[in-house]
Structure formats: structure tokens, C-alpha cells
């Protein structure tokens, strides 16, 4: 079937000498793997491989077989060129680890369109914006309300987050949070994008970068730590 449809790049893999494999979270059918033919050998090559930048947002012409094998692109172009994600050293770094994350969490292949929808709007904001500190975290928080694991809304009094139930008690047990690190994650509920980007400390960050990855661990089976991470924490060290 040829679709034209939006689609949000999540990793590109070399395949032999001249090709890739590019595993894109289509607009209007989810999670899909496409090969590129030669992508290294021509004259446009260049521009080619440029397309497939972690977190790209493109539209394409492609055809979809749905049967579970590598689909192929018909036509490429960018939907929105991004202006300073590709040249900004932290920019790029936090899209290289989210693209990461995506890759190990996103695994629908089927139409999502608010998930979609909410990354595009994530990704343009992005990158049109320069203080961008908190934006993985809240980005990564934000999007499990989509992928089925949202917290629930917390209590007033509530001192400990329950990080499998996803729910805030006064209750402490092994997968809870303690005092601290619940005020914390309490307070990254409360953000949005455009919110104070300097409200935590560097520690507090790294604080809850590692909670919110071990919350996506709990509800994600076979989750892996991306290996960005370390490159991540030395950008905002």
C-alpha cells in the first residue's frame, strides 16, 4: 500500500557498506523499519544520510507491505528542518539519548496519532527554544501518559512515590521513593516546557533522570539503559 505520512526518525543502523535500516514512528501506522537502498553511494548522499539524524521529523511516500518485513521510502523530504538541533552540542546530545529511550520504549505498530502528535510538538518546540535543561525529563514523563504508565496525581501529603503501581502513598517499601526523591519527581510533574529550566540543580537533574529511567525499567519489559546516558550526564555536568 503507498502511504504519505509524517514520520519521526528513532535510529538508523549501517547495513553492509552502502545502506541503512531506519526505524521511524510513522504518523499513520505506528512503529516501522525501513531499508535505503545505496544510501552511501550516490551524489546524494549527503543529504540522504542527513535525513535520518536522530529525531528528524520527515515526510514520506512509502510503501507498506505490513507484513512485518522491512519497508522501503519512495519519496523523502523534511517536514520541518530543525534550525539548531544538529548544530547545538547539548541539543544533539539530549536527542541522541531520547531517540535512545524511544527506541527501547516505543514498540507499537499500530497508529498512535497523540503520541505522534505530542513528540512533534515536543521536537519543534525544542528546537526553538534555548534553555532546554529539563526538557528530556519532562519529555520522558510526558510521554508515558501515551505509552500506558502515567503516575497517578499525588496527594497533598503523599511522601513516597510506589514506582510499580505508578501510584504516591504514605507507605515506604522496596519500590519506593523516599521523601526527598518523591518532592522531587512531585515537582517535575508540575512542569511544562516552557516552565524555569533552572528550578533543579545539575544533582537533582541526575537525580531524576535516574528515577524516571527506572520507572520506565518497572513497566517496560527488557528495557535498556541507553548508552548515551554517560555522554548525556557530561553535557550537563
Known amino acids: 500500500m503507498r502511504i504519505t505520512t509524517k514520520a519521526i526518525v528513532i535510529s538508523s543502523l549501517k547495513y553492509q557498506e552502502k545502506s541503512l535500516i531506519v526505524k521511524c514512528f510513522t504518523q499513520s501506522d505506528g512503529l516501522k523499519s525501513y531499508f535505503v537502498h545505496n544510501a552511501f553511494s550516490s551524489r546524494s548522499a549527503a543529504r540522504k544520510t542527513a535525513y535520518f539524524q536522530p529525531l528528524s521529523i520527515l515526510e514520506v511516500e512509502a510503501n507498506h507491505k505490513n507484513k512485518g518485513t522491512l519497508e522501503t521510502f519512495k519519496e523523502i523530504r523534511l517536514a520541518t528542518p530543525f534550525a539548531t538541533v544538529s548544530s547545538d552540542v547539548v541539543k544533539s546530545t539530549i536527542a541522541i539519548f531520547l531517540s535512545e529511550v524511544f527506541h527501547h520504549s516505543i514498540r507499537e505498530e499500530e497508529r498512535n496519532e497523540a503520541l505522534f502528535e505530542f513528540l512533534e510538538t515536543a521536537l519543534l518546540w525544542f528546537d526553538t527554544h534555548d534553555e532546554v535543561a529539563n526538557f528530556h525529563l519532562i519529555t520522558l514523563l510526558q510521554a508515558t501518559k501515551f505509552l500506558g504508565f502515567y503516575p497517578a496525581s499525588p496527594t497533598n501529603h503523599s511522601r513516597h512515590f510506589e514506582m510499580v503501581e505508578g501510584v504516591f502513598s504514605d507507605s515506604l517499601a522496596v519500590s519506593t521513593l523516599d521523601e526527598n526523591e518523591t518532592h522531587l519527581f512531585k515537582r517535575l510533574l508540575g512542569l511544562k516546557f516552557d516552565s524555569d529550566q533552572k528550578i533543579f540543580s545539575g544533582n537533582e ?23 548515551s546516558l554517560d555522554v548525556l550526564k557530561e553535557v550537563f555536568s
Do not use: C, E, T, W
Open 205 to 227: 537533574r541526575s537525580q531524576l533522570l535516574k528515577i524516571v529511567l527506572d520507572y520506565y525499567a518497572f513497566h517496560l519489559d527488557g528495557f535498556k539503559r541507553p548508552k
